[in-house]
T-cell receptor
Framework: EAGVTQSPTHLIKTRGQQATLRCSPISGHTSVYWYQQALGLGLQFLLWYDEGEERNRGNFPPRFSGRQFPNYSSELNVNALELEDSALYLC????????????FGPGTRLTVT | GDSVTQMEGPVTLSEEAFLTINCTYTATGYPSLFWYVQYPGEGLQLLLKATKADDKGSNKGFEATYRKETTSFHLEKGSVQVSDSAVYFCALSAFAGGTSYGKLTFGQGTILTVHP
């Protein structure tokens, strides 16, 4: 069974640009979560999507946004990139709102110069 | 709000030594608790979980018991191997009225290095 996949693996952007990160959940999983792992700051929750709807949002500015498609894949968009947005962005999926376990992808390394 | 505190690292051990990584939490209600492991250059892998008080999660020789009275979920392994070298994260998933908040709240991570 294929795990959570993310693309691209690495992304280099310039300050002020926009970045788009993509995630495909495990087959059968309807919930997708996004986390930011910045150096020295640990793992911070960004967004949770389930059945195409945003269910919860972490303490991040509105320039972090996303969506979930009918096939349950998801996209994270970061607008007006800042240097401090440089981080590993991890996507996770779970069976649904009643499931406790989240399974993570390998991440997208975003570097803002 | 919810929080997870892990013992400060890094932790360095010799092969076959006993491992304990402490984890305590603060949460309303009865959260589910997890240990995740992150190998260099990879994402997080679920190591084990416990969903209610006194549950013991176990996997690959690692164990952790959900202790509600001490709000703890310490990770243990009787004999570590070089291949266990990684970063270990304790996490919780909180609920309110039976509804999940969805998010995992993580500890700061503990770097484990095992020498031959």
């Amino acid at each position: 069974e294929a795990g959570v996949t993310q693309s691209p693996t690495h992304l280099i952007k310039t300050r002020g640009q926009q970045a788009t990160l993509r995630c495909s959940p495990i087959s059968g999983h309807t919930s997708v979560y996004w986390y930011q792992q910045a150096l020295g700051l640990g793992l911070q929750f960004l967004l949770w999507y389930d059945e195409g709807e945003e269910r919860n949002r972490g303490n991040f500015p509105p320039r972090f946004s996303g969506r979930q498609f009918p096939n349950y894949s998801s996209e994270l968009n970061v607008n007006a990139l800042e240097l401090e947005d440089s981080a590993l962005y991890l996507c996770a999926s779970s069976l649904g709102t009643g499931s406790y376990e989240q399974y993570f992808g390998p991440g997208t390394r975003l570097t803002v110069t | 709000g919810d929080s997870v505190t892990q013992m400060e690292g890094p932790v360095t051990l010799s092969e076959e030594a006993f491992l304990t990584i402490n984890c305590t939490y603060t949460a309303t209600g009865y959260p589910s608790l997890f240990w995740y492991v992150q190998y260099p250059g990879e994402g997080l892998q679920l190591l084990l979980k416990a969903t209610k008080a006194d549950d013991k999660g176990s996997n690959k020789g690692f164990e952790a018991t959900y202790r509600k009275e001490t709000t703890s979920f310490h990770l243990e392994k009787g004999s570590v191997q070089v291949s266990d070298s990684a970063v270990y994260f304790c996490a919780l998933s909180a609920f309110a009225g039976g509804t999940s908040y969805g998010k995992l709240t993580f500890g700061q991570g503990t770097i484990l290095t095992v020498h031959p």
